[in-house]
T-cell receptor
């Protein structure tokens, strides 16, 4: 069965303090690894898709990387508006599987 | 705005009742997914349809059912409602296929069972 584990569960940063979120996965036949951002009470917002080990994607202060066993979401010089829950998901041969997310709080 | 619409936004009902949640996918998307998210919990995958056919099933209760219609909109039916069914229900859509599986989520329907 496909599994996704995200760590840490919660992360508190000062504005400008860079860090990384981890997503470890096991999947049968990876068809894509996805990162989403979710604000409280709202639907997740798509950020990135990664398909193969070594691939990297960037968007503003966010950079996603992928290895054969895990993915990292690097946040450089975060701002308070980056505060949200970040979800990782994998698509295997069957259904997609989401992790429980990392809740990021960025203090000014 | 993801382009996925869900109605209604809020629904308050009583235990034992039946409700129907509706979802319209983004233009051109063939896959529709339904998720349940209870307070402070992760997204629980319920079911996926692709071009009208059931593609994958998650932990969907027997009291719940769904379908995707020829115009690609989807409905999630919840019956014999219990207090524990109170949650946010999200619909998502994707193009589908081997790639193009990034999902675009609607704003959700907040269901409260009293």
């Amino acid at each position: 069965e496909d599994q996704v584990t995200q760590s840490p569960e919660a992360l508190r940063l000062q504005e400008g303090e860079s860090s990384s979120l981890n997503c470890s996965y096991t999947v049968s036949g990876l068809r894509g690894l996805f990162w989403y951002r979710q604000d409280p009470g709202k639907g997740p917002e798509f950020l990135f898709t990664l398909y193969s080990a070594g691939e990297e994607k960037e968007k503003e202060r966010l950079k996603a990387t992928l290895t054969k066993k895990e993915s990292f979401l690097h946040i450089t010089a975060p701002k308070p508006e980056d505060s949200a829950t970040y979800l990782c998901a994998v698509q295997g041969a069957g259904k997609s599987t989401f992790g429980d997310g990392t809740t990021l709080t960025v203090k000014p | 705005d993801s382009g996925v619409t869900q109605t209604p936004k809020h629904l308050i009902t009583a235990t034992g009742q039946r409700v129907t949640l509706r979802c319209s996918p983004r233009s051109g998307d063939l896959s529709v997914y339904w998720y349940q998210q209870s307070l402070d919990q992760g997204l629980q995958f319920l079911i996926q349809y692709y071009n009208g056919e059931e593609r994958a099933k998650g932990n969907i209760l027997e009291r719940f059912s769904a379908q995707q219609f020829p115009d690609l909109h989807s409905e999630l039916n919840l019956s014999s409602l219990e207090l524990g069914d109170s949650a946010l229900y999200f619909c998502a859509s994707s193009v589908g296929g081997v790639k193009n599986n990034e999902q675009f989520f609607g704003p959700g329907t907040r269901l409260t069972v009293l």
